[in-house]
């Protein structure tokens, strides 16, 4: 009986696992050079992309997509749900697949093409409540070693995150002194721990912060967020795609598209969508230097 029970129990796992499969992969993914699907990466990261609720595709890297994809008419645009380690499967397999957000690295660059850059974005920064950032008088920068190990403040951050190689190995350092933990879920629950007082900061980009504050109806102005003092350095993204005809020629379209919108004012108008009043500035400033990279 017992093993009549488990080959029931691994018949429906199966029939799930089926289901479950082709939910996710309703379409196929070309690959030829003369393709005209256009396949594009979806995924939740607010408020970059947001795949879900009242917000649904009004993030910052959405709208900018659909500025683009509006002038790539040649193409049929289609989108899948993909982790990133999925889709880097998928471009090294040279599947016709690009993604609106990614870093480049040496590594990734071996097999993706890139676009001109995108967004160039205010670093990592600690957020933290504005009354705990008065008892630290106010400062305009934090050092983050200083907070583990002069204030004895508590870091909360997800399990898997990583931040540069200059923070990483601070936040290690301190881990078996248990003023770092992590968790499962997303940024969202970082903040709503933050909100509890379980933890007393997070390290993340600042853009976050009114997302996470509309989520969970809280005032986002009794959040600061401030540069570390150990790393200033900016991030900057693109889209990418295979590293073949295909993505080359996706990626001189995307080129071209940008090059026309990227002064536009409607373009800083998104940039500056989920920012603080008192980022807005900088966010001006970056958006100069984005300009740069479209002189030629």
């Given at each position: 009986?017992?093993?009549?029970?488990?080959?029931?129990?691994?018949?429906?796992?199966?029939?799930?696992?089926?289901?479950?499969?082709?939910?996710?992969?309703?379409?196929?993914?070309?690959?030829?050079?003369?393709?005209?699907?256009?396949?594009?990466?979806?995924?939740?990261?607010?408020?970059?992309?947001?795949?879900?609720?009242?917000?649904?595709?009004?993030?910052?890297?959405?709208?900018?997509?659909?500025?683009?994809?509006?002038?790539?008419?040649?193409?049929?645009?289609?989108e899948i749900d993909l982790p990133y380690k999925r889709f880097l499967l998928y471009a090294t397999e040279k599947l016709n697949v690009c993604t609106p957000y990614l870093f480049k690295t040496p590594e990734?660059?071996?097999?993706?093409?890139?676009?001109?850059?995108?967004?160039?974005?205010?670093?990592?920064?600690?957020?933290?409540?504005?009354?705990?950032?008065?008892?630290?008088?106010?400062?305009?920068?934090?050092?983050?070693?200083?907070?583990?190990?002069?204030?004895?403040?508590?870091?909360?951050?997800?399990?898997?995150?990583?931040?540069?190689?200059?923070?990483?190995?601070?936040?290690?350092?301190?881990?078996?002194?248990?003023?770092?933990?992590r968790h499962n879920g997303s940024t969202t629950l970082i903040f709503r721990l933050l909100n509890a007082e379980r933890a007393d900061f997070m390290v993340d980009f600042p853009n976050r912060l009114l997302?996470?504050?509309?989520?969970?109806?809280?005032?986002?102005?009794?959040?600061?967020?401030?540069?570390?003092?150990?790393?200033?350095?900016?991030?900057?993204?693109?889209?990418?795609?295979?590293?073949?005809?295909?993505?080359?020629n996706v990626i001189d379209r995307v080129n071209m598209s940008l090059r026309k919108h990227v002064n536009s004012p409607e373009y800083l108008t998104i940039l500056k969508r989920w920012s603080h009043d008192?980022?807005?500035?900088?966010?001006?400033?970056?958006?100069?230097?984005?300009?740069?990279?479209?002189?030629?």
């Amino acid at each position: 009986m017992h093993m009549v029970f488990k080959i029931i129990v691994r018949f429906f796992l199966g029939i799930f696992s089926l289901a479950c499969s082709s939910s996710v992969f309703a379409f196929e993914i070309p690959n030829r050079s003369d393709s005209r699907v256009l396949t594009w990466q979806r995924f939740q990261a607010p408020p970059l992309t947001i795949t879900k609720g009242e917000d649904q595709n009004n993030g910052i890297i959405d709208s900018i997509r659909a500025l683009i994809t509006k002038d790539l008419t040649e193409f049929e645009h289609q989108e899948i749900d993909l982790p990133y380690k999925r889709f880097l499967l998928y471009a090294t397999e040279k599947l016709n697949v690009c993604t609106p957000y990614l870093f480049k690295t040496p590594e990734r660059e071996k097999y993706l093409i890139f676009s001109k850059p995108v967004v160039i974005f205010p670093g990592f920064e600690i957020i933290m409540h504005k009354k705990l950032h008065e008892k630290l008088n106010h400062a305009d920068s934090l050092s983050l070693d200083s907070l583990f190990s002069k204030h004895r403040m508590r870091l909360a951050t997800n399990k898997v995150r990583s931040y540069s190689n200059i923070i990483n190995p601070i936040i290690a350092k301190y881990e078996s002194e248990k003023l770092v933990s992590r968790h499962n879920g997303s940024t969202t629950l970082i903040f709503r721990l933050l909100n509890a007082e379980r933890a007393d900061f997070m390290v993340d980009f600042p853009n976050r912060l009114l997302y996470w504050a509309k989520e969970l109806q809280v005032d986002p102005y009794d959040y600061v967020s401030i540069p570390i003092k150990e790393d200033y350095a900016n991030a900057t993204s693109y889209f990418a795609c295979p590293k073949t005809p295909w993505g080359a020629n996706v990626i001189d379209r995307v080129n071209m598209s940008l090059r026309k919108h990227v002064n536009s004012p409607e373009y800083l108008t998104i940039l500056k969508r989920w920012s603080h009043d008192y980022h807005e500035s900088e966010i001006e400033d970056l958006h100069q230097r984005l300009l740069g990279y479209y002189e030629d």
